[in-house]
Nanobody
Framework: QVQLVESGGGLVQAGGSQSLSCAAS????????FGWFRQAPGKERESVAA????????YYTESVKGRFTISRDNARNTVNLQMDALKPEDTAVYYC???????????????????????WGQGTQITVSS
């Protein structure tokens, strides 16, 4: 049984930092691309960042470039999202997801669509106060 469990959500002031973690089990972690998505009230779920199986290729949506950093630890089966310089518009439920699709260097401009992700976590709330 595949499980993706996010942690690290909470309330943070604008300009602050927060780190999210995703613990994965029940799947060959080192064979999956992982992504972070977010969904704000009344909006569609959007891709925030993604990381290849080796960690050598990453994708970020334009609005978080330079502020968020995705990383993975293949020995501990975890994926992290370091969020700095947070803004109120970053407020959303953040989801960890896994896909068997490879994230190639040619895909760093658009990432992998949410419909291609097979496994999803339950989500963790990030609220950024102004």
């Amino acid at each position: 049984q595949v499980q993706l469990v996010e942690s690290g959500g909470g309330l943070v002031q604008a300009g602050g930092s927060q780190s999210l973690s995703c613990a994965a089990s029940g799947l060959p972690f080192g064979s999956y691309t992982f992504g972070w998505f977010r969904q704000a009230p009344g909006k569609e779920r959007e891709s925030v960042a993604a990381i290849s199986v080796s960690g050598g290729v990453t994708y970020y949506t334009e609005s978080v470039k330079g502020r968020f950093t995705i990383s993975r630890d293949n020995a501990r089966n975890t994926v992290n999202l370091q969020m700095d310089a947070l803004k109120p518009e970053d407020t959303a439920v953040y989801y960890c997801a896994a896909t068997g699709r490879a994230l190639m260097k040619s895909m760093t401009a658009r990432g992998i669509g949410k419909n291609d992700y097979r496994y999803w976590g339950q989500g963790t709330q990030i609220t950024v106060s102004s």
